[in-house]
């Protein structure tokens, strides 16, 4: 029987990696990734989920928390996790290997999974594969890794993690008396971690502690006790787990860009540019029966200070959902451009005439843009995207996105815009905006707690301007909150600009203080109180500084 | 086996037949029961279709969260809802009456090009809901509301306009709950006068909803709507289906 030998790649310690190389920390700095902050138990809070070899060195371990790893290491660089940034910064090693063996499969960030059958015949020996493999990688990435290769996936990953060949057949033994927990090594979503620990931890308080131990018993009898799972394992621990690595087409980004010279101080000026690299684009993604699921538009502005001044790079991401119907078009990357070419130039220009009139905003001053630049990101071949088996018929969201998109070039890219729930407290912070098309994660989590949110219902009603309102007690005195948050009365009476008179209170609630951020400049105190009027409509009025003002309404 | 199990199901049919013709009675094609769209009970009373007449405008005047709560119920899967010219909208009431954001946009601004805006937004989708700052006139209605019924959208104003087919007036929204500072607003009692060409000169209705929440913990709060027609108007639904 022909086995099917797997080489696998592995970058050690691949999410601190590659932080260290999108922050641009130095590798003889000890650093570690941050986890998101989980929640309950013993725990809660960050916690490190990976180290960087220096950093292990100075004693610093996964599952530690933020302060006992800064304790260990107080040089310690601590660095977030993104899921997004690992997988993005491995795609050139992903491309760097398939030089060397066509066709690899990545199993997760920081782990390539190739057949290495007809490339060790190629290159000669498995020893020769797996150094031309390192050497390509090093070469053209700088990272450093390591490469085995085996029967079957688990002892080709286990074997990368000792630099190793195991030779043909020799994988069962290989793997035998290596302890059950190496299984984790195995998993490739993060779920399913847990799920393997757990049952590591019981097969070792039932005496089965080596992959050995595992794969000795019969094979029944661990389906019927352990489930999925178990046979999952039981089939890894025999070294039967061999199946080809599911080959995929590595579609690089496509780039285009070019100079402005003259720069574009005007709109129109850089649209005609923008045009002409829209149209190169399309046609590069045309030629090529390629589609793109997103797009990066990149201008770089002039400096105002002569030719030494490296001016500022302003860059956005649109995401072009619609890649089901043939992709972008040369006009549709022409007009994202162009808004958002409008918005950065009339924004800048604004601030210039701003800055003019002495007020003391520092927007940055109109500057000429010397570069533009575009990229097709996340490359996939045209019509092999999958729509929607389930909900509704993914015609009738296309049709709406054209409209949508008919009306962003009839108003402007930024006049549409789409919706997301976020965290905060006042029903203002827990709404993000975003340009229709365009690609920003809201800035808070909606996840997390926010003690002192207001209360359900949120005011149907925000007022653009939060007006000036005076809140009267019964005695028509102001009423105001002392510094122990106390009101010196009840509220009886609303006096609003425009209106004539006193409006009387009927029922009110509050106050709730809020102090948010004040550790931070961008802090506010505020009161919020809010008070229903005789013809029944609500108002959410909130005091700071000592004054009141009508910040939204319930009708 | 399969013969007999054929024979056995003719044998029942020729009884079912013959069992008819001896009482009389015929038998009746089976009427599907419509599908059950997630309207609560209250609303769809409100609504007569069930939903937001589509192919003309509605006009919903006078309460914003009234409008939200009828939006929340009648968008079904896959329909987005666009808001036009409303500047003023809280967005976060918008999700918190069960609209569902992935489909929503939100279009605060149109300057003068509302008319072209609403009319682009007809083309794809499916609830388009035109607030004040969006300034039509009366032809640009007009030319609108043809528009609309060649589309089969839903126009929904919160302005008058005249020739809706449904038109809600919401007369009196009253906010309550606190109760002397204890809770929040939490409560709130909609008078509504419903016109359409069936109500004649108009039906008045009373929707109370009460949320039932925690303080917010980021949990969706139960939203209980119940509705009352009117003492009088009871009276004469009697009456009506007396006669009937």
């Known amino acids: 029987m022909a086995t099917t030998r797997t080489a696998v790649l592995w970058v050690p310690d691949w999410p601190v990696v590659a932080a260290m190389a999108a922050a641009g920390v130095d590798a003889h700095v000890p650093a570690a990734v941050l986890g998101a902050r989980s929640r309950g138990g013993q725990t809660a809070g960050h916690s490190v989920v990976a180290v960087s070899a220096v950093a292990r060195a100075a004693g610093v371990r996964r599952g530690m928390r933020r302060r006992q790893a800064q304790e260990r290491c107080p040089e310690l660089a601590l660095l977030p996790a993104d899921d997004g940034r690992d997988a993005r910064e491995f795609e050139p090693v992903a491309l760097a290997a398939e030089t060397v063996v066509a066709g690899i499969e990545v199993a997760r960030p920081g782990l390539l999974l190739l057949p290495a059958d007809g490339a060790a015949r190629y290159h000669g020996s498995e020893h020769a594969l797996a150094r031309a493999l390192v050497e390509a990688v090093a070469e053209r990435t700088g990272y450093e890794c390591a490469v085995g290769v085996a029967d079957g996936i688990l002892a080709a990953i286990l074997a990368a993690r000792a630099d190793a060949v195991v030779p043909p057949g020799g994988s069962r033994a290989f793997l035998a008396p290596r302890p059950a927990a190496e299984l984790v090594h195995a998993v490739t979503d993060p779920g399913g971690v847990a799920a393997v620990r757990e049952a590591v931890d019981l097969w070792w308080r039932l005496g089965v502690r080596t992959l050995g131990d595992l794969a000795a018993l019969p094979t029944p009898v661990v389906q019927a006790r352990f489930g999925d799972l178990g046979a999952w394992a039981h089939r890894l621990a025999r070294g039967e787990d061999e199946r080809p690595p599911a080959r995929r087409r590595i579609e690089a980004d496509l780039a285009v860009a070019a100079d402005l010279d003259p720069p574009a101080l005007r709109v129109d000026v850089a649209t005609f540019a923008a045009r002409r690299l829209a149209e190169e684009l399309h046609e590069m993604l045309a030629r090529r029966g390629l589609a793109c699921g997103r797009l990066r538009i990149t201008a770089r502005t002039g400096g105002l200070d002569g030719p030494t001044d490296d001016g500022a790079t302003l860059e956005r991401v649109w995401r072009t959902d619609d890649a089901a119907t043939g992709g972008l078009s040369a006009a549709r990357i022409t007009d994202r451009v162009r808004w958002q070419l409008e918005g950065w130039l009339t924004g800048a220009a604004l601030g210039a005439r701003r800055a003019a009139r002495g007020a003391d905003d520092a927007a940055p001053a109109v500057a000429p843009i010397v570069h533009l630049a575009l990229a097709a990101q996340e490359v996939v071949p045209a019509g092999t995207h999958q729509p929607a088996l389930w909900g509704a018929g993914a015609g009738q969201d296309v049709r709406a996105r054209r409209a949508l998109g008919r009306v962003q070039g009839l108003l402007g890219g930024d006049a549409v815009l789409t919706v997301r729930v976020q965290g905060g407290r006042d029903p203002r912070d827990r709404v993000h905006l975003v340009p229709f098309g365009e690609d920003v994660a809201p800035a808070r989590d909606a996840a997390l707690p926010w003690p002192g949110a207001l209360p359900s219902p949120a005011p149907p009603t925000l007022l653009p301007e939060p007006a000036p309102v005076r809140v009267l007690d019964a005695a028509d005195r102001d009423v105001v909150v002392g510094a122990r948050l106390g009101t010196s009365g009840e509220p009886a009476a609303v006096v609003r600009d425009g209106a004539d008179g006193p409006e009387r209170v009927v029922a009110w609630a509050g106050p709730w203080p809020v102090a948010e951020r004040w550790w931070a400049p961008d802090g506010r105190r505020r009161v919020y109180l809010q008070v229903v009027l005789e013809d029944g409509q609500g108002l959410l009025l909130a005091a700071a500084g000592g004054a009141w003002r009508a910040e939204a309404v319930y009708d | ?244």
């Not at chain 2, 199990?5 to 013709?21: N, T």
Request: net charge neutral; glycine share 10%.
């Open chain 2, 1 to 244: 086996m399969g013969g007999s199990g054929a024979d056995a199901l003719e044998a029942a049919r020729a009884a079912l037949r013959a069992a008819e013709q001896r009482v009389g009675v015929t038998r009746r094609a089976e009427v599907l029961p419509e599908p059950v769209e997630p309207v609560s009970q209250p609303l769809a009373d409100l609504l007569p279709g069930r939903t937001f007449p589509k192919g003309t405008t509605s006009t919903v005047v006078g309460s914003t969260s009234l409008l939200l709560e009828l939006l929340g119920a009648t968008q079904r899967a896959g329909e987005w809802v666009a808001f036009v010219g409303m500047p003023t909208l809280g967005l976060l009431a918008v999700h918190e009456a069960g609209v569902d954001l992935e489909r929503v946009a939100y279009i605060p601004n149109v300057g003068p090009n509302g008319p072209a805006a609403v009319a682009a937004l007809l083309d794809g989708i499916e609830h388009i809901v035109v607030g004040p700052a969006c300034a039509l006139l009366d032809t640009d209605r007009r030319r609108l509301l043809a528009r609309a019924r060649e589309r089969g959208s839903a126009l929904i104003s919160t302005t008058p306009w005249s020739g809706a087919a449904l038109a809600l007036d919401v007369e009196r929204a009253t906010w309550a709950g606190p109760d002397g500072g204890d809770y929040w607003l939490r409560e709130t009692r909609y008078d509504v006068v419903r016109h359409s060409k069936a109500d004649g000169p108009g039906r008045r209705f009373t929707i109370v909803r009460t949320h039932e929440t925690g303080l917010a913990r980021g949990t969706t709060a139960r939203t209980r709507l119940e509705l009352y027609a009117a003492a009088e108007e009871r009276r004469s639904l009697r009456l009506v289906s007396g006669a009937a």
